[in-house]
């Protein structure tokens, strides 16, 4: 059982004060993912408030090799959001180590 490597969680919550309907949130959020894909490298999903059209819930996720290194990552993520959505956003966020998730019982072979 290898015990290097940590994981990050980041719990996004979105206000999309201008956004008028679904389609307009839509719209935005997409953008908001991809960026957060192909640009930070964070895998993401929507994972709340899908139905109101002025909030949305992100959970992503970033792993890393070294703990240093994956929070410069976390933070830059956290940046980037709070620069994209003056308005409204929050982050909250769960960093962990492999060997922390397995000791809590979660995976391992």
Do not use: N, Y
């Not at 996720?61 to 409204?88: F, M, Q, Y």
């Amino acid at each position: 059982m290898a015990s290097d490597g940590f994981v990050a969680v980041l719990v996004i919550h979105l206000h999309f004060p201008d956004a008028g309907s679904l389609k307009g949130k839509r719209k935005e959020l997409s953008s908001i993912k991809a960026q957060l894909r192909g640009r930070l490298g964070a895998a993401v999903a929507e994972t709340g408030h899908q139905d109101l059209w002025q909030r949305a819930t992100l959970t992503a996720a970033l792993t890393g090799g070294s703990l240093g290194v994956l929070d410069a990552a976390v933070d830059e993520l956290e940046r980037w959001v709070l620069a994209r959505c003056p308005d409204g956003a929050r982050v909250e966020r769960l960093v962990a180590s492999v060997q922390d998730l397995w000791g809590a019982g979660v995976g391992g072979s």
